[in-house]
């Protein structure tokens, strides 16, 4: 018989388990260590996930941020550019048939003689343009003269106030009256408000209403918005010398003549730049601090949009009448 000792010797050499032996079942298979070490995230991990994850967020917002600011601006500078453009042909297109006479004066000066008071937008002083203009046609019939006005004012409401939200902004105004309507009061009809030795003590650009005159309200309207400046240069018509602001066809100087030419000057800003300027005009006026209104000269002359032409005359040296 086997000793004790014997079958135990016998069981290891045999691959026999001590469980075998004893009728334990078998023990059991260990995961494999890389199992085990599997486990949850940490705060700290978590809290460095969700940082990471709000820089990128953040990134996204400040690119798209971005992208729409230049969107809004170049939208804004191309529809400033295209209001620009449009002003100035209307002003081209009125000043090219522009006449001269000895009854019909051509009037260009600085804004400052008018009852309302100076016309001045973000500290500049525009000017204002008043001549008759006769439209080139093909119909045998008489050419239409009218009279024709261009200035800037306050942006208002159609009813002529003020609008809050336009309050430190500017329009620029056409007023264009058909002459052969508009004859002085009771006056024969070839006797109209632009003739010179029939206006008498007031000059017939000065007057208002249905004699003529910038501000007759049925003929006047918007031509563009946001103005900045205004400004109209011609050289005296005979005696030569530097283009000027003021201009006046009845001047000894200009013989009633038209200028050479006229150089027209039209600044404008776009609808967020200007909401921007009046807010600077409106601190630099209630505060009366000089650096504020610097401030605000240098933002409209920086982001500001200049528009400029030369304009020659059709009718300059005469023009013929009609049957």
């Known amino acids: 018989m086997r000793t004790l000792k014997q ?11 001590r469980g075998s032996m004893t009728g334990m079942p078998p023990a ?3 995961p494999p260590e890389s199992l085990t070490a599997l486990r949850a995230f940490t ?4 809290l460095a996930a969700i940082t990471i994850l709000m820089l990128i967020v953040s990134m996204l917002v400040t690119i798209f941020a971005q992208s729409d600011r230049a969107w809004r601006v170049g939208t804004g500078r191309a529809d400033t550019n295209t209001e620009g453009r449009a002003a100035i042909n209307a002003i081209v297109q009125d000043l090219e048939y522009a006449v001269a006479d000895d009854l019909i004066s051509f009037i260009m000066r600085p804004d400052v003689e008018r009852p309302e008071g100076d016309n001045i937008s973000y500290s500049y002083t525009n000017s204002e343009i008043s001549f008759v203009s006769m439209l080139e046609n093909a119909s045998p019939q008489k050419r239409n003269a009218e009279e024709v006005h261009y200035w800037v004012r306050p942006s208002t409401t159609d009813d002529g106030n003020i609008a809050a939200k336009s309050l430190g902004r500017y329009q620029l105004m056409r007023t264009k009256v058909n002459t052969y309507e508009k004859p002085l009061a009771g006056a024969p009809k070839d006797r109209k408000a632009y003739n010179n030795q029939l206006s008498g003590s007031s000059a017939w650009y000065m007057r208002n ?8 309200e049925t003929n006047r309207g918007v031509l563009a918005e946001n103005i900045t400046a205004l400004a109209f240069y011609a050289p005296p018509a005979t005696s030569g010398g530097p283009p000027r602001l003021t201009y006046d ?6 013989s009633n003549q038209l200028p050479l030419y006229v150089d027209v000057v039209l600044e404008l800003l776009s609808d967020e ?7 600077l005009e409106s601190r630099a006026a209630q505060s009366g601090n000089p650096q504020l209104k610097q401030q605000m ?4 002359d920086k982001n500001s949009r200049r528009y400029t032409t030369r304009v ?4 300059r040296a005469g023009y013929r009448k009609r049957p």
Do not use: M
């Not at 079958?7 to 388990?17: A, F």
């Not at 000269?297 to 409209?300: A, L, Y």
């Open 273 to 279: 730049d200007a909401q921007r300027a009046a807010q």
């Open 7 to 17: 079958l135990c010797d016998t069981g290891r050499t045999s691959g026999v388990g």
């Open 28 to 30: 059991v298979p260990q």
């Open 312 to 315: 020659y005359f059709q009718n």
């Open 297 to 300: 000269v240098n933002f409209v």
């Open 249 to 254: 066809s009845t001047d000894a100087a200009n």
């Open 43 to 46: 705060l700290i991990e978590l």
């Open 209 to 216: 209403g249905d004699n003529g005159g910038r501000n007759n």
